[in-house]
């Protein structure tokens, strides 16, 4: 079955970085899009980023609030997907989730990211 599982959040002060991973089981990972999802305390989960690979590289989209402090990236040969986050500000404080769109949407079960001021 498909599984999503997410690592790497935790507490880092405001210009600081993470990196999140996300190991994915189940499908062909290769030939799907992956996702960057996010959702803060009271509000609707948000598209972060996005990657697909292309038989010339990677296509990467990013939301205008993460757009040159976030970088979405892949390692087809493990299964894995990826989310270096510099520059933290408080605002992006979420619960991070990968997603994989594979006739239905799949979701792991979150990582926290806190980001104190």
């Known amino acids: 079955q498909v599984q999503l599982v997410e690592s790497g959040g935790g507490l880092v002060q405001s210009g600081g970085s993470l990196s999140l991973s996300c190991a994915a089981s189940?499908?062909?990972?290769?030939?799907?899009?992956m996702r960057w999802y996010r959702q803060a305390q009271g509000k609707e989960r948000e598209l972060v980023a996005s990657?697909?690979?292309?038989?010339?590289?990677?296509?990467?989209n990013y939301a205008d609030s993460v757009s040159g402090r976030f970088t979405i990236s892949r390692d087809n040969a493990k299964s894995t997907v990826y989310l270096q986050m510099n520059s933290l500000k408080p605002e992006d404080t979420a619960v991070y989730y990968c997603?994989?769109?594979?006739?239905?949407?799949?979701w792991g079960k979150g990582t926290l990211v806190t980001v104190s001021s």
């Open positions: 189940g499908f062909t990972f290769s030939s799907t899009a």
């Open positions: 990657i697909t690979s292309t038989a010339t590289g990677h296509v990467r």
């Open positions: 997603n994989a769109l594979i006739m239905v949407n799949y």
